[in-house]
Nanobody, 127 residues
Framework: QVQLVESGGGLVQAGGSLRLSCAAS????????MAWFRQAPGKEREFVGG????????YYAESVKGRFTISRDNAKNTVYLQMNSLKPEDTAVYYC????????????????????WGQGTQVTVSS
């Protein structure tokens, strides 16, 4: 069965960095567009960023642009989210999600566009 497992979350001070990983199994990873979402307490889940199946294109939410970087290693079936210059407002549960694509596909920002989800990893940024 398909599994997406996030890791790397934790507690960090404002201005610090974290690197999240999402290991995928049970799917043809290189056929999947991958994305990161997050959900803060009392808020709806929001798109953070995404990466195409070949890693050549990425797209980020304005709130994280210039601070967060998504990458992937198809040989390891893993997608990463490098988070720098973290702010308290980045505190949330972070989820990775996968969407099977055929050919060229835009990076969708709506969660309904994604087929599979991880269980999430907590990121807490203290001020």
């Amino acid at each position: 069965q398909v599994q997406l497992v996030e890791s790397g979350g934790g507690l960090v001070q404002a201005g610090g960095s974290l690197r999240l990983s999402c290991a995928a199994s049970g799917l043809g990873f290189s056929s999947y567009l991958m994305a990161w979402f997050r959900q803060a307490p009392g808020k709806e889940r929001e798109f953070v960023g995404g990466i195409t199946w070949n890693g050549r294109s990425t797209y980020y939410a304005e709130s994280v642009k210039g601070r967060f970087t998504i990458s992937r290693d198809n040989a390891k079936n893993t997608v990463y989210l490098q988070m720098n210059s973290l702010k308290p407002e980045d505190t949330a549960v972070y989820y990775c999600a996968g969407r099977r694509v055929v050919g060229v596909a835009a990076i969708a920002t709506g969660e309904n566009n994604y087929d599979y989800w991880g269980q999430g990893t907590q990121v807490t940024v203290s001020s």
